[in-house]
DNA sequence: ATGAATCGGATGTTCCGCTTCCGATAAGCG
DNA sequence: CGCTTATCGGAAGCGGAACATCCGATTCAT
């Protein structure tokens, strides 16, 4: 591959990361392209229509999101403290691509098998968490990877934004915790 | 008004709540018209475009709202109470169509003083809360509004579902809290 | 210097939703 | 009951947007 097809696909992937972000997954191939800074042939000369485009970049984040994940679930410390880590180092990754695939999707796809494989990596620490008395037992594990997929799959997301803060400590095994509706809260 | 017009057009504006609630203010005017079991002529003989039909239910929807909100306001009862009450009143609503006006659109749309007035009384029933020891203190009031808005916004959202528990529960004025990055945490 | 891979964007094609329009329908009234 | 008229329904025209192609121009690599 010529230096310069390299270049531009690297580019035009940079591009289609950041539109796909702020825009969601119907951004316009034209505008990919013109951020980019090519023409809108170089790009489909590279993917050859705008599915292979998403394909592409969802498959390359998951897989390097598995890879990570599981290193840091080799570590030898607390199952809560491998859930910080992940949410940390998820937040800023265009995580949000992954929902254009997610409920069985039709295609016989690689994404599909990642996200499978990693939601049962992240159900399975948080079990772990539970276990060791620092998440909170009252709701499933299932239920804690999707609340914290809406940390990290919100465009613009920081490790230590409000939200991420909010709902990692409304996940904490803390006691005098209550449900809606609000008989048990103070006044 | 015939009767026929009259339930024409309510059916409309049904069918039009969910399809926006389901699909974001990009669905079709044609599913719109099909789900409420009129002809597309019928819905463009009671909103003259999409904007109409939009505004009509924001600005239905943020009326009734701010008024069950006032009403909760004025109880003699916490502030946290209050907020818990408006939150539970509030899951459900067509919110998410608000998006469509929030930064200061460029309409003159009664739409953007409706919810610019919920929002600060909102922000002040939140910083009550926080007075009476509560709401944590270590977020401003304004983002606290947008946490629950976060909870309320949501297709499908109910009161007792997990994402109010925990987000509820991360606001609490608790001891214990602390911050992304890990370095608290057990482990 | 030469050949071939790559680039760029104008172009044509397709698709989809919006809106209009008018014959058909049926509600309301005398 | 029959007339008047508001309302209904959907076919068809319109407009725009995105996709994908194609080929002359460019630039890399040898």
């Known amino acids: 591959m010529r230096a310069d097809a390299r270049r531009n696909r690297a580019r035009i992937v940079g591009a289609a990361i950041e539109a796909f972000t702020e825009q969601g997954p119907t951004a316009s191939m034209e505008e990919i392209a013109r951020a980019a800074g090519v023409g809108i042939g170089t790009l489909y000369r590279h993917f050859p229509d705008r599915r292979a485009l998403m394909e592409e970049i969802a498959a390359d984040t998951v897989r390097r999101l598995l890879e990570a994940a599981r290193e840091f679930a080799a570590r030898p410390v607390s199952r809560w403290q491998v859930l ?8 800023g990754l265009p995580l949000a691509l992954l929902k254009s695939w997610s409920p069985a999707e039709d295609e016989r796809s690689e994404v599909c098998g990642l996200i499978s494989a990693l939601n049962a990596l992240y159900a399975e620490i948080a079990e772990g968490a539970q276990r060791e008395g620092a998440l909170r037992t009252d709701i499933a594990p299932q239920e804690v990877v999707e609340l914290l997929s809406v940390v990290m799959c919100r465009p613009g997301a920081r490790p230590d934004d409000t939200l991420a803060t909010v709902i990692l ?8 915790r209550g449900r809606l509706p609000a008989a048990d809260a103070a006044g």
Chains 1, 2 share one sequence.
């Open 84 to 91: 910080l880590l992940i949410v940390e180092h998820s937040v």
């Open 169 to 176: 400590d409304g996940l904490r095994a803390d006691p005098g």
